[in-house]
């Protein structure tokens, strides 16, 4: 007789949210701690994978653009990041609108190109916030605390698979894509809507909307 083959069970809605519970308090303060750990002045939690996807909001030709987006956002993160006061906005909605706002209108003045507020100027303003509450020495820990609470999440695929299987959808009911990326969030509606179903999802798992982010990337919700 052949060897038999182990039988395969997707997890259930209910089964995944016990596992990020469990995720979280397992692995929780190791993540937290991470962020004693040393990172260049030059890092703003933005990869080269994802500025990749914003060279075509730059005039010129491939390899030969005028304006690099790593150059970009590093000068705004310098020059009106600030403005946008992070360390002291009580309500983290509206830090994120003026920052957002911000990046877009400091990209257009910078290239004569318009770089979409939803996704791409949100996604960037989403994975400088998860570095600073990791990384930044400046930042008092109170306030990390706050942000782990209240931060928006990026918005990936990793992210998106999770919440299409956690049976969420986009407004009126119109399904995220199977194969849905940050491109697919082309509008704010969609953005905030999938930003505060995460944080329904992470009340009711009773973890920080922080942990969603962290048990996508993982993906431990797939492991059997």
Same mark, same amino acid.
């Not at 596992?19 to 080269?48: C, E, H, M, Q």
């Not at 790593?70 to 609108?97: G, M, N, Q, S, Y």
């Given at each position: 007789?052949?060897?038999? !083959?182990?039988?395969?069970? !997707?997890?259930?809605?209910?089964? !995944?949210?016990?596992?990020?519970? +469990?995720? +979280?308090?397992? =692995?929780?303060? $190791? $993540?937290?701690?991470?962020? /004693?750990?040393?990172? /260049? !002045?030059?890092?703003?939690?933005?990869?080269?994978?994802?500025?990749?996807?914003?060279?075509?909001?730059?005039?010129?030709?491939?390899?030969?653009?005028?304006?690099?987006?790593? @150059?970009?956002?590093?000068?705004?993160?310098?020059?009106? &990041?600030?403005?946008?006061?992070?360390?002291?906005?009580?309500?983290?909605?509206?830090?994120?609108?003026?920052?957002?706002?911000?990046? /877009?209108?400091?990209?257009?003045?910078?290239?004569?190109?318009?770089?979409?507020?939803?996704? =791409?100027?949100?996604?960037?303003?989403?994975?400088?916030?998860?570095?600073?509450? +990791?990384?930044?020495? @400046?930042?008092?820990? +109170?306030?990390?605390?706050?942000?782990? @609470?209240?931060?928006?999440?990026? &918005?990936? #695929? =990793? /992210?998106?698979?999770?919440? #299409?299987?956690?049976?969420?959808?986009?407004?009126?009911?119109?399904?995220?894509?199977?194969?849905?990326?940050?491109?697919? $969030?082309?509008?704010?509606?969609? =953005?905030?809507?999938?930003?505060?179903?995460?944080?329904? $999802?992470?009340?009711?798992?009773?973890?920080?909307?922080?942990?969603?982010?962290?048990?996508?990337?993982?993906?431990?919700?797939?492991?059997?």
């Amino acid at each position: 007789m052949g060897k038999k !083959t182990a039988r395969v069970t !997707t997890p259930t809605p209910d089964e !995944t949210l016990k596992r990020l519970r +469990w995720f +979280w308090v397992n =692995y929780g303060a $190791i $993540i937290v701690k991470y962020g /004693s750990v040393p990172v /260049s !002045t030059n890092d703003f939690g933005v990869g080269g994978s994802t500025f990749r996807a914003y060279g075509r909001f730059v005039p010129g030709k491939k390899g030969k653009k005028k304006h690099k987006p790593t @150059r970009i956002v590093k000068d705004w993160l310098d020059k009106e &990041l600030p403005k946008c006061k992070l360390a002291t906005t009580k309500v983290f909605a509206k830090f994120h609108r003026r920052a957002r706002e911000s990046l /877009s209108r400091y990209w257009k003045l910078s290239t004569k190109s318009k770089l979409p507020t939803f996704p =791409y100027a949100s996604k960037v303003v989403d994975l400088h916030v998860k570095h600073v509450i +990791w990384h930044d020495r @400046r930042l008092p820990e +109170w306030r990390k605390r706050q942000l782990r @609470r209240s931060a928006f999440q990026p &918005l990936d #695929r =990793y /992210s998106l698979e999770l919440l #299409r299987h956690l049976k969420v959808s986009l407004p009126k009911g119109k399904p995220i894509p199977s194969q849905a990326t940050m491109g697919a $969030i082309r509008n704010g509606p969609n =953005y905030i809507h999938l930003q505060m179903q995460i944080r329904k $999802i992470c009340s009711k798992a009773k973890v920080p909307p922080f942990a969603f982010d962290q048990f996508a990337w993982k993906q431990i919700w797939k492991v059997q």
